[in-house]
């Protein structure tokens, strides 16, 4: 019975540990606006896109799994709100976020938050 308490359940506990750090995660907020260079999703018409490099502070040891998320949009009431953002070009070091509308919808600026996990 000794043998159970010292040895196993030490065992057992680390092996929850090892598994519980394993997984990580990192995560921030993201936003796109007129004041970067090349922003044009509130001008002219048609499908226009707009790009925002994430570096990862601490590289992954593998690819993560993205999750996106939009919490403010501030477009013309004029027109509707087209507008699409997706995760690409993930890897361990960042990925990039893609921000795009089309048709007669303008976008002054779109932000958000990220969250980046493996397990």
Do not use: C, H
């Not at 000794?2 to 092996?15: C, D, G, V």
């Not at 790009?51 to 502070?57: G, P, Q, R, S």
């Not at 601490?58 to 690819?63: A, D, I, R, S, V």
Request: aromatic share 10%.
């Amino acid at each position: 019975m000794k043998y159970i308490q010292t040895t196993i359940i030490p065992i057992f506990f680390l092996s929850i540990t090892v598994s519980i750090s394993a997984q990580t995660m990192q995560s921030s907020s993201w936003s796109v606006n007129q004041s970067l260079a090349g922003y044009s999703l509130d001008k002219n018409n048609g499908e226009r896109t707009i790009t925002l490099e994430v570096k990862f502070e601490t590289p992954f040891t593998k690819e993560p799994q993205i999750v996106l998320s939009v919490t403010q949009i501030d477009s013309d009431q004029k027109t509707n709100q087209r507008y699409n953002v997706e995760a690409v070009s993930i890897s361990r070091d960042g990925f990039t976020i893609r921000v795009r509308t089309w048709a007669d919808s303008k976008l002054f600026s779109v932000s958000g938050y990220w969250i980046a996990i493996t397990q």
